[in-house]
């Protein structure tokens, strides 16, 4: 029989199912290029324990042993085997492809995913190297999907059908957490910067960062560090000194030099003699002046660092035009001296010293607030006796004085509304500074009064009987400033001509001028304030006025443009006039 022989009919449903060819599976597409990014795509459908073309072979398989067929069965496994793909046909099957195609540009997103796509894995920030060059993790390698193995064995199914099975949902694919990244080691020995703004690495020590990646010192580095600028630049402040010290000092030693500030000696009080004369006489000057036949000595002050020195007019007048006056300090330097200007009228001269430097100005104060008994201080050289210092007090103040007088025209004539001291004054003395007890100067020396009668300058053989004459320094100030200014003084005057022999109570307007013309100057101060010939002045500002030389030095304690009060008797009747003061030249 057929059948015993185990060869299955041509048409056996049994053989023709063993033998029933499977279709064959569409290869998948390659994956895109990777530049850095991806998305994952849906997951497959888990495969049955066993693919189609193996199903059927099993089912010929046992449909040719149950007829007996050997050969049948044979060729049905065949059939089965050769339906099934290799493992690497499997895996390039099984392999995630992307949802969608990839972009041409570059630019994320990457199309739309579907709702089903996980989200794109977090970019670690350690795989970012330091210059901020985004570098792609490496893949992670694809790990083979678990299959479900179905229970139980398939129930027999009839000849002529294949066997179904119902695919079992795969379980999850674990993704592996990405491993920390350590910093990476720096080549000098620090930490990577970078690791310092990784979160997910384990809290660690770190040193702070510094945008230049220098090393941060440490307290005791910059202390050190601090300590050696100090010292660096102390030694350079001291060389510079000192060499600049050393050129001033060679500059001052071969120029010469002048007096330095005094200072007061140890265990005296500042407003002492002994105080206020060691801090003045370093500015105290004596000057020695030679002319055509005369000769004499005298004493000035520093009045300013340019070289100015004032003293008495007396002093240098003896010089002349072509004469000559040498200034000694008292640290014995001498050096030659040029006047500036003089004025007889207030008895002052200003010379001036060149080539000296380091002179120090003596302070001047305040002749108005003197007030009688303020104890004094006088410094000069009487009879050559340079640097003598000798005080007393201010034994009156506004002492209406003349001294001069030598020249017929009286152009020689000095009024001086003087402060009198009883501090010893001798020739000599004459242009010398008096003091108060801070050492400010508040009168210069010029006249005493002798004990033969009458008064004269200091520039006499008479010894000094406790009378002696300053002028105030707050006329000599302006005065001075002048001379500097201009080589010349101006002198106050209310335009009117006195009668120096009047022998009344008073000072007496005369006739007629002292050149013929009218006495009171036509349009002048006193003419404006309705002054006539022969009207007599008893009163200056409330002070009593006795002479004609007295009204002089009332006006001339004044500066021109100053308004002045005069008292007027006009045949026995008296009335009150204010007279703008005018100016006048001295030559």
Do not use: C
Request: charged share 20%.
């Amino acid at each position: 029989m057929n059948e015993g022989n185990g060869v299955p009919p041509a048409d056996g449903p049994r053989g023709t199912a063993g033998t029933a060819p499977t279709a064959p599976t569409p290869p998948a597409p390659p994956p895109p290029p990777s530049d850095g990014d991806f998305e994952l795509a849906k997951p497959a459908p888990a495969a049955p324990p066993g693919t189609p073309g193996e199903a059927e072979g099993e089912t010929g398989s046992q449909a040719g042993s149950e007829t007996g067929g050997q050969a049948e069965g044979e060729a049905g496994r065949a059939a089965g085997e050769t339906a099934v793909p290799d493992s690497e046909e499997r895996a390039e099957a099984e392999r995630v492809t992307p949802l969608h195609d990839p972009d041409p540009y570059s630019t994320p997103p990457y199309g739309q995913p579907g709702p089903w796509a996980p989200a794109p894995p977090v970019q670690h920030p350690a795989v970012t190297p330091a210059h901020g060059t985004a570098v792609p993790a490496p893949p992670t390698p694809p790990t083979a999907p678990v299959l479900s193995v179905p229970q139980g064995t398939p129930a027999p199914q009839a000849p002529g059908s294949t066997t179904a099975l119902t695919p079992q949902p795969a379980a999850p694919v674990p993704v592996p957490a990405p491993a920390p990244r350590m910093p990476a080691p720096d080549p000098e020995g620090g930490a990577d910067p970078w690791a310092g703004y990784d979160p997910w690495a384990a809290a660690q020590a770190r040193e702070p960062l510094q945008q230049t990646g220098a090393k941060v010192l440490t307290p005791a580095q910059r202390k050190r560090r601090a300590w050696r600028w100090v010292i660096g630049w102390t030694l350079v402040v001291a060389v510079v000194s000192g060499g600049t010290g050393g050129v001033v000092g060679a500059y001052v030693e071969r120029e010469g030099h002048g007096g330095q500030p005094g200072s007061v000696p140890a265990g005296r009080a500042p407003d002492s003699v002994a105080g206020i004369a060691a801090r003045a006489l370093p500015s105290v000057v004596t000057l020695h002046v030679r002319g055509d036949g005369a000769a004499g000595t005298g004493t000035g002050f520093v009045l300013d660092a340019r070289g100015h020195i004032l003293t008495n007019n007396h002093v240098v007048e003896p010089a002349g035009p072509d004469g000559e006056i040498s200034v000694t300090f008292s640290s014995g330097d001498t050096v030659k001296a040029e006047v500036v200007g003089r004025d007889g009228g207030y008895d002052l001269a200003v010379v001036q010293v060149h080539g000296v430097h380091g002179l120090t100005p003596l302070p001047l104060g305040d002749s108005d607030d003197v007030r009688v008994g303020d104890p004094v201080v006088a410094i000069g050289a009487p009879f050559d006796l340079a640097d003598t210092v000798t005080s007393g007090i201010i034994s009156a103040k506004e002492r209406p004085i003349t001294a001069g007088g030598e020249k017929s025209d009286g152009s020689d004539v000095s009024y001086v509304d003087a402060l009198q001291t009883d501090a010893p004054i001798n020739p000599g003395n004459s242009g010398g500074p008096l003091l108060d007890s801070h050492a400010r100067v508040i009168g210069i020396n010029s006249a005493i009064r002798s004990a033969g009668g009458g008064s004269g300058t200091g520039g006499g053989q008479a010894g000094s009987i406790g009378l002696g004459f300053a002028i105030p320094v707050n006329q000599a100030k302006r005065v001075a400033e002048e001379l500097i200014d201009h080589g010349h003084a101006t002198h106050p005057v209310i335009g009117v001509t006195l009668d120096m022999g009047y022998t009344g109570d008073g000072a007496r307007i005369d006739d007629k001028g002292a050149n013929g013309g009218p006495a009171v100057t036509r349009g002048g101060p006193g003419d404006r304030a309705g002054l006539e010939p022969g009207d007599v002045v008893t009163e200056a500002d409330g002070a009593r006025v006795h002479s004609g030389r007295e009204l002089i030095v009332k006006i001339r304690a004044h500066r021109p443009g100053d308004r002045l009060r005069l008292t007027v008797d006009r045949d026995g009747t008296e009335r009150e006039v204010s007279v703008v003061l005018g100016a006048a030249e001295q030559n």
